[in-house]
């Protein structure tokens, strides 16, 4: 342990005591009543003397208002109603764009499922690009290269 530290939890200590004696010496001495006599014997005469008794009270209701207000704030924060989050996962937006394949008549969501698709069946890849709004053919892919690449399939020349 560092000195730092044992420094740190021995004035710690001392100012927990001495706020404890402090608290404590006003209700030691409450018990107590002091007196205070004035008047004096001034040149060997008498002067009438008057005697003077001070109270003093320590009310300890605010205290203990205090002390049960706390302990009702407390409840009242520690018993909040906890704060639940609902989270909502939307779906992904539908796909703008489907892919067709003229030669098995089948369409796909995605060029890597064509490319695939494709291979596994055996014909050229080529497909072509359809709007999912408007049902009609944007561009014709095909792949080489190691790519897609448009190309012109008008077959009707």
Not at 101 to 129: K, W
């Amino acid at each position: 342990m560092n000195a730092s530290t044992t420094l740190q939890r021995w004035t710690a200590t001392g100012l927990l005591a001495t706020t404890i004696l402090l608290s404590l010496a006003p209700a030691a001495e409450a018990g107590h009543r002091w007196r205070r006599y004035k008047g004096a014997d001034c040149d060997n005469r008498r002067v009438e003397v008057s005697r003077v008794v001070v109270r003093e009270r320590s009310s300890a209701g605010p205290a203990i208002a205090g002390l049960i207000g706390g302990f009702i704030l407390g409840a009242a924060v520690s018993q909040a109603h906890p704060v639940v989050v609902h989270e909502r996962e939307c779906a992904p937006p539908p796909p703008r764009w489907r892919y067709y394949d003229p030669y098995c008549g089948d369409y796909m969501d995605d060029l890597d499922e064509c490319r695939v698709h494709c291979r596994d069946h055996r014909h050229p890849r080529v497909v072509r690009v359809i709007d999912v709004e408007t049902g009609r053919c944007v561009r014709d892919l095909r792949w080489y290269d190691g790519g897609w690449h448009e190309v012109d399939m008008d077959w009707d020349d």
